[in-house]
C-alpha cells in the first residue's frame, strides 16, 4: 500500500552519464518534491511542483532538471552526473502548498556514480 | 532563511530509558513544525506537527514535543523508549512569513535502543 514509490531503489550510473529517477503517488497530491540527502546531512530541497508550476530553489544546480508528465509522476534527470551527486534522493507529496500540510515521503532512490 | 540544528548525532539509550531530542531552529516569525521519523530500510514518516495552539504536541507511539517560543526550540521526548523506536529522528521547519515553501531539516539524531 505504498503511496510514493520511488524507482529504482539503488541507480549506479558512470560520471557524465545522464539519469532519470522516478517518482509516482497514489494520492493525488497537488504538490511533489525532489530532496537530496547526502551522508550524514539533512535532506535538500531541490525542486517542486505545485500542478505544472515548476519551482527551482536558488542553488539547485543547472544540472538537474524535473519533469512532471501529469498528477501522478514527477521525473528528476541529472544530465551530467559529477561524483559529488552521490546521494539519496527523496521524493514527497503534499495535499496543497501551503505549509501546515505534512509531506509524504518515498523510501528514495540512492544514487552511486562510478 | 530558517535553519534548523539537531544537538545530537548519535543517542544511545537502554530499553524504558527517557528520551529527549533537542531541536532548535533560527527563524524570528511564525513557524510549522514538524518531528519525522526514519525506521531502517523505510521512509521518512511523519511523527508529529506543531501548527499552532497547544504548545504540547502528542504523536505516534506515545512521542510528545514541547514548543517553546521563547527558546526557539521543539525537544522531542518519550517517557520510555523501545527497541522499536531504533530509528533516526529529523526536525524540521517551514515558515510562512519567509515566503518560502521550503520544509528545511536538520541533519538528523540516530537513536539506537539497546534491549
Known amino acids: 500500500d505504498a503511496m510514493v514509490i520511488q524507482n529504482p531503489r539503488y541507480q549506479v550510473t558512470q560520471f557524465g552519464k545522464p539519469v532519470t529517477l522516478s517518482c509516482s503517488q497514489t494520492l493525488n497530491h497537488n504538490v511533489m518534491y525532489w530532496y537530496q540527502q547526502k551522508s550524514s546531512q539533512a535532506p535538500k530541497l531541490l525542486f517542486h511542483?505545485?500542478?505544472?508550476?515548476?519551482?527551482n530553489e536558488a542553488d539547485t544546480p543547472d544540472n538537474f532538471q524535473s519533469r512532471r508528465p501529469n498528477t501522478s509522476f514527477c521525473f528528476l534527470d541529472i544530465r551530467s552526473p559529477g561524483l559529488g551527486d552521490a546521494a539519496m534522493y527523496l521524493c514527497?507529496?503534499?495535499?496543497?502548498?501551503?505549509?501546515?500540510?505534512?509531506?509524504?515521503f518515498g523510501d528514495g532512490t540512492r544514487l552511486s556514480i562510478l | 532563511a530558517q535553519s534548523v540544528s539537531q544537538h545530537n548525532h548519535h543517542v544511545i539509550l537502554s530499553e524504558a530509558a527517557s528520551l529527549e531530542l533537542g531541536c532548535n531552529y533560527s527563524?524570528?516569525?511564525?513557524?510549522?513544525l514538524f518531528w519525522y521519523v526514519q525506521y531502517p530500510g523505510q521512509h521518512l514518516q511523519l511523527l508529529l506537527k506543531?501548527?499552532?495552539?497547544?504548545?504540547l504536541v502528542k504523536g505516534i507511539k506515545g512521542f510528545e514535543a514541547e514548543f517553546i517560543k521563547s527558546k526557539f526550540s521543539f525537544n522531542l521526548r518519550k517517557p520510555s523508549v523501545q527497541w522499536s523506536d531504533t530509528a533516526e529522528y529529523f526536525c524540521a521547519v517551514n515558515a510562512p512569513g519567509a515566503g518560502s515553501y521550503q520544509l528545511t531539516f536538520g541533519k538528523g539524531t540516530k537513536l539506537s535502543v539497546i534491549p
Open positions: 527563524y524570528g516569525g511564525t513557524v510549522n
Open positions: 511542483y505545485y500542478d505544472k508550476d515548476f519551482n
Open positions: 514527497a507529496t503534499s495535499s496543497h502548498r501551503e505549509l501546515n500540510q505534512p509531506q509524504h
Open positions: 506543531y501548527f499552532s495552539g497547544d504548545p
